[in-house]
């Protein structure tokens, strides 16, 4: 009888194995789950040029319009899951963007927990280097770093709040000063309205590092805590990212990247001001 048992015993765990490994074989991981990163490690990983990861930004698309962490995407998540996991047309919202589930994924959101839910059913659906940023854009501004803020946000603020003469917030345009004022042949137009021109060169290297302690920059700019948005000619313009990465070791707490620039606000049907006043 125990014999037999034993047989019977030994059976189960094989047939058990069996049918597991055949679960896995088919893609059905079954008790893996996404990993946590911390902002240390997102920022890691943000800075590799090997397995770049995609970005995705989980909120509603006006939040993210609002202000969203340097190359992230967005995919909403009610578009590509409900609450509980369960996919939207089977997923097709993250799968028609990233169709190779070998690439390395990261969500969040504003850490109220929609980004594990989201890294969860992408594992699900066999993505295989899932990952989520927990503190999301709460913890992304307790460490003080910046956000992109997209045109329909960013002319909401602007139009709110120019002429900026309340000492609460400041449009910085960081080209040089013949780009500025227009007089440039080969950069015509002027600025966007309202905005004060601290050229980078004098306070930022390319590194976006501050130049003699970003004294050009302090001296405008005295509060940290202001709403500040850099912006420089267009979306492939580094000197806005350059702006922007300074300012944020400088110690300034509300600092955004208007990335679409100059360009941006021009195709958009707005006019530029020429000469050297706001």
């Known amino acids: 009888m125990r014999q037999k048992a034993l047989k019977l015993t030994t059976g189960l765990l094989l047939l058990g194995i069996f049918i597991m490994s055949g679960l896995v074989m088919q893609g059905c991981i079954l008790f893996i789950k996404a990993t946590e990163i911390t902002y240390a490690q997102l920022k890691t990983m943000m800075s590799t040029t090997e397995d770049v990861p995609v970005l995705i930004d989980v909120r509603p698309a006006a939040d993210f319009n609002a202000g969203h962490i340097q190359d992230a995407i967005n995919i ?29 994924i990261i969500a969040y959101c504003a ?15 066999n993505y295989t280097k899932v990952y989520y940023y927990k503190g999301g854009t709460a913890d992304w501004s307790d460490n003080g770093d910046y956000y992109v803020i997209e045109y329909s946000a960013f002319k909401s603020w602007h139009d ?12 910085i345009d960081d080209l040089p000063v013949a780009w500025y004022t227009g007089d440039d042949p080969a950069h015509p137009g002027g600025h966007i309205p309202g905005a004060i021109n601290i050229p980078v060169e004098l ?19 005295a509060d940290k805590e202001a709403k500040v948005i850099i912006y420089c000619g267009n979306p492939t313009c580094g000197k806005s990212l350059m702006g922007a990465k ?19 606000w021009k195709d958009n049907g707005n006019d530029l001001t020429p000469g050297l006043l706001p």
Not at 204 to 218: K, Y
Request: charged share 20%.
């Open 76 to 104: 909403p998540l009610d578009t590509f899951c409900s609450t509980t996991g369960v996919l939207v047309n089977n997923g097709e919202a993250l799968t028609s963007v990233v169709a190779d589930k070998g690439t390395k």
């Open 111 to 125: 850490g109220y927990g929609n980004d594990v839910i989201f890294a969860n059913a992408a594992v699900k659906l």
């Open 160 to 171: 709110a709040e120019n002429p900026f003469d309340d000492g609460d917030n400041y449009l």
């Open 203 to 221: 306070w930022a290297d390319a590194d976006g590092n501050p130049i003699a302690d970003g004294a050009a920059f302090t001296a405008i700019v």
């Open 246 to 264: 300074a300012a944020v070791k400088m110690g300034y707490k509300n600092v955004f990247r208007f990335q679409g620039g100059q360009s941006v």
